[in-house]
């Protein structure tokens, strides 16, 4: 308790306020000693396995299958059978009702997979369970919604489901990710296997669950765990007709390659590093909130973060003065603290990663902030960063960190602003603030990117397509056009 303080002839006031603890009952989480694959609807024992741990204090949570090649096989054989002997002849109202049963199972079961999502993630509950869960529900709400309406959505072209989707995740969201992926290819009528990341598969485990209480007919999703080589296995077996992957853009090139002439159809969702530019004419205060909500939000573990901040040269000094002042009041630590903002670095490789970039940037010349927190001893941590006086060569502002990690450059004229937010090989997401609506405009007709928010930042809804250009990938997840890559036309 803080000591308190008389002013005046005033009530005395604690001198300082504190928060005091609030963490989320980790007992609402039951989880299994180990864990095997979801195969054809049953829990197919693994081979050989691994432990997966909370990156918020190294502790094991469960132990988990390292598919093997015969276990991604078998898999894929099960996806394969439930296509062609039952789902594929599915009445298209009855397939939406299976998702929508999913989606109010999800919402009804939200808490429990809130904890479970930021006790294997690293997250702060905050976001999971406002943002990770509403979100995955509402695709499932959304793609039930498109499922008897795909005659309506591609008029005169006789759409038809490819056969087994192959689905990779990645870490950063991962029952979200699982979403985006499992809805759509269910509601045109597909089969799926997919692979959760290798740290984060404790949601996609219980999600199993939720299907098997939606009555999803068996084989329909199949579930393998395991590393890259479970996923490399998934890409190259000839029984998948198509590949859904989010994560690297190393690991997406390298599928492409793997994929070139074999028919397969493919769709990359790949990295970032985005430019939030912000006018002089902005609300300064608000585009501050929007600034920390594109980089800190998720430990800036997100593909379309705002990590290069364009800064109007007028405003870049009260701007950065005020974004200073409010990264002091964010609090990291407890990922099950409702208090916390930011988390833990989802793994130690990626905190090597963030690390290392991080060294560079100071190396290369740039000025770094971060405000004075304590980091908890065990778990891996990083404390928001600010780079400032940074130089378009450097590697911070040219590389992914995918951290809680920001570069400020600042620009005189639109054009120049245009100039370096386009000075990427990457193309996903931008953001501009400014009062102006045609500026806005302007601006979004100008920058090469998939998604360009306008005065906020990480705003995501299913009914928004989402995506990238060159290195960001191809095609598009979320609302009309993401059934398209999940059908075939006449
Ligand atoms: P990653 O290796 O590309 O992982 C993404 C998914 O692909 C994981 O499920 C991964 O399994 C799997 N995978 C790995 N190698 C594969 C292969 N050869 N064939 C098929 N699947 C494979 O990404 P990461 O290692 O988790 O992170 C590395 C960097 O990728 C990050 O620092 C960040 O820059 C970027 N990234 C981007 C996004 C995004 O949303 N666009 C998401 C995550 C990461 P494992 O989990 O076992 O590796
Ligand atoms: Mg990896």
């Given at each position: 308790m803080s000591k308190l303080e008389r002013k005046q002839d005033r009530a005395p006031v604690p001198s300082e306020w504190e928060y005091a603890p609030a963490p989320e009952a980790r007992d609402l989480v039951k989880l299994r000693e180990r864990y095997g694959h979801f195969v054809g609807g049953e829990w197919l024992e693994p081979r050989e396995t691994y432990m997966t741990i909370d990156p918020a204090d190294e502790q094991p949570l469960a132990e988990i299958g390292q598919a093997t090649p015969a276990e991604v096989d078998l898999a894929i054989g099960a996806a394969r059978e439930a296509f062609e002997n039952g789902w594929s002849d599915v009445s298209a109202s009855e397939r939406a009702k299976y998702l929508f049963r999913i989606a109010r199972i999800l919402q009804e079961r939200s808490r429990e997979f809130a904890v479970l999502e930021s006790l294997n993630g690293g997250k702060p509950i905050r976001e999971s369970r406002d943002v990770d869960l509403p979100l995955a529900a509402a695709h499932f709400f959304y793609y039930a919604g498109w499922a008897d309406k795909l005659e309506y959505a591609f008029p005169n072209r006789s759409p038809r489901p490819i056969g087994v989707a192959g689905q990779i995740i990645p870490w950063n969201f991962p029952l979200l990710m699982l979403a985006w992926k499992i809805a759509p290819a269910l509601a045109t009528g597909n089969t799926v296997v997919l692979k959760p990341a290798e740290t984060t598969p404790l949601s996609a485990l219980l999600f199993c669950d939720v299907l098997r209480q939606a009555e999803l007919p068996p084989g329909v999703v199949n579930i393998i765990t395991g590393d890259g080589h479970t996923g490399a296995e998934l890409v190259k077996h000839?029984?998948?007709?198509k590949i859904a992957f989010t994560g690297s853009t190393e690991v997406g090139k390298a599928i492409q390659r793997e994929l070139a002439g074999t028919g397969k159809r493919l769709t990359l969702e790949l990295g970032g590093k985005a430019a939030n530019v912000i006018f002089d004419d902005a609300a300064l205060d608000q585009a501050v909130e929007g600034i920390v909500n594109g980089i800190y939000f998720n430990q800036g573990h997100v593909c379309c973060a705002g990590s290069r901040l364009l800064v109007q040269e007028s405003i870049s000094d009260p701007l950065i003065g005020k974004l200073k002042r409010r990264l002091a009041t964010l609090r990291v630590g407890?990922?099950?603290?409702?208090?916390?903002?930011v988390g833990a670095i989802n793994s130690p490789q990626q905190l090597d990663k963030i690390k290392e970039l991080v060294a560079s940037g100071e190396e290369e010349g740039a000025e770094i902030y971060q405000p004075p927190c304590r980091l908890p001893e065990k778990g891996y941590w990083f404390a928001p960063t600010v780079f400032t006086n940074v130089a378009q060569s450097y590697r911070i502002a040219q590389e992914?960190?995918?951290?809680p990690v920001l570069s400020v450059l600042t620009f005189r004229t639109p054009d120049e602003a245009v100039e370096k937010a386009n000075n990427t090989p990457y193309g996903l997401s931008a953001g501009v603030w400014t009062e102006k609506g045609s500026r806005i405009l302007a601006m979004s007709q100008r920058l090469r990117a998939g998604v360009i928010w306008a005065n906020t930042y990480n705003r995501f809804d299913p009914s928004s397509p989402f995506g990238g250009y060159r290195e960001s990938g191809f095609g598009r997840e979320g609302g009309r056009h993401g059934l398209e890559p999940y059908l075939e036309f006449e």
């Open positions: 000839p029984g998948v007709d407890d990922p099950l603290d409702k208090n916390t903002n992914e960190i995918f951290g």
